[in-house]
Structures are given as C-alpha cells and as structure tokens.
C-alpha cells in the first residue's frame, strides 16, 4: 500500500519563474542550489519531458546513498505539476519499492507561489518503518527555500 507525506511552502518567487527552474532547467537548477549534496546530475535518457531519466550522483557522508536514478513520470505546464520517481538506487536499495516526488505549484498573488510537496512509498515486504520519506520531504522544502533565495538574488 502506498503511502504519503504531504507538506506545503510558500515562495516568494512568481509562479512562472518557479515553474521555470523546477521543469525547464530543472538538470542546471538542482547542482546549482545545492552543489554541496548533489555531486553531479546527468541526463541518461530523454530530453527533458515525460521520460527523462536522470542520474543523480551524492557526495559522500552527506546521504545515505551515492547515486540514484529517477525519471519524469509527470510534467504539466498548464497545472504546473512535476513528478519524478526513483528507479534505480536510492531508496530503492534501502528497502523501498516504489518512491516518488511531487511538486504542484499554485500561484498566490504575483510575487508568491504555495508549492505542494508529496512524497509516496511504498516498502519491500518487512521492511520496518523509516524517517526516509521525512527527511526527503524536509530535503526538498529545504531545496525550494535555496531556490528563492538563488532566483531572488539573481533578479
């Protein structure tokens, strides 16, 4: 059975530039914010759409896993949603079979942007419960707020 852990933000950057770090230069974006964590971001399969696999490569000492692979299972320009699920490594060698990040991106006024943060997961068969899900969902709060604060000083 999957599971959830939802957790929203608020942004103080426009929706359509947001949106535009988070899909568009998603693969430049993410070294960039947070070159400390992730080591190297590669695209090994697509062009930046629905498909699009990515390998994630993690300094050590700073995560649990050295690399990871995930893919775009969900881009959409019109809701402003994107999805990406491990597919390889990650916590999938932690005891998860099924892990996937979402952010669904709502404008609040011109200069604000509540973003919706969901984790799913799912785990092996005994697997006990872990503070994973968590810890990406504080990650990825922890991500956006570097955002803002990178597209705020480059405006």
């Known amino acids: 059975m999957t599971k959830e852990f939802n957790q929203q933000a608020e942004i103080c950057v426009r929706l359509e530039t947001l949106w535009h770090a988070l899909s568009k ?73 099924y892990y996937k990040t979402s952010f669904k991106l709502s404008a609040i006024g011109d200069d604000k942007t509540l973003v919706n943060v969901k984790i799913s997961y799912d785990y092996e068969l005994e697997v006990e419960e872990t503070s994973f899900p968590l810890k990406t969902l504080e990650s990825a709060l922890h991500f956006l707020k570097c955002l803002e604060t990178h597209i705020m000083n480059d405006a």
């Open 25 to 97: 230069d998603l693969i430049v974006t993410i070294p960039k914010i947070i070159p400390n964590i992730v080591k190297d971001l590669k695209v090994i399969e697509g062009g930046g759409g629905v498909g699009t696999v990515l390998l994630f490569t993690f300094f050590s000492g700073v995560s649990p896993v050295s690399y990871q692979k995930e893919k775009i299972t969900e881009i959409d320009d019109s809701s402003h949603e994107i999805g990406l699920q491990v597919i390889e490594g990650g916590y999938l060698n932690q005891g998860f079979s």
